[in-house]
């Protein structure tokens, strides 16, 4: 058996602010998107790194309001990108931990991610 990580499914409800969030503010790439007719819900794979994501516009996918966890390298790098592009609603700031340091950033529908740069 090889289990593989998993992608976290991001309860999304607009997808021109997903877009303006994950795409223009994060940095990720849309790899694909999908939906079962063009009028019924967006379901999408983006990708920044080797962080995959699934946004969805499905109710019942996910519970909006989650927390997830992103070990990374670089944590001042990407605060200085993040807060290069002057985004209007989210000005993150690194907090230190006994662990490491982190960056919070909330998505336009209360999905949090937990940036950390672990002491290790």
């Not at 909006?64 to 993040?82: D, F, K, N, R």
Request: hydrophobic share 35%; glycine share 6%; net charge negative.
């Amino acid at each position: 058996m090889n289990l593989s990580p998993p992608i976290p499914i991001i309860r999304i409800f607009s997808e021109q602010k997903a877009k303006e969030f994950y795409l223009d503010f994060l940095g990720f790439t849309l790899e694909w998107e999908h939906r079962f007719e063009d009028t019924l819900p967006l379901y999408a794979q983006i990708r920044r790194g080797e962080l995959v994501l699934h946004l969805s516009e499905h109710h019942g996918d996910a519970t909006p309001g989650s927390t997830s966890y992103v070990p990374l390298e670089g944590i001042s790098e990407l605060h200085a990108e993040l807060t290069a592009k002057r985004y209007s609603y989210a000005r993150p700031s690194i907090h230190e931990v006994p662990w490491g340091r982190t960056m919070e950033v909330t998505d336009p529908f209360g999905n949090r991610f937990r940036f950390c740069e672990t002491n290790e």
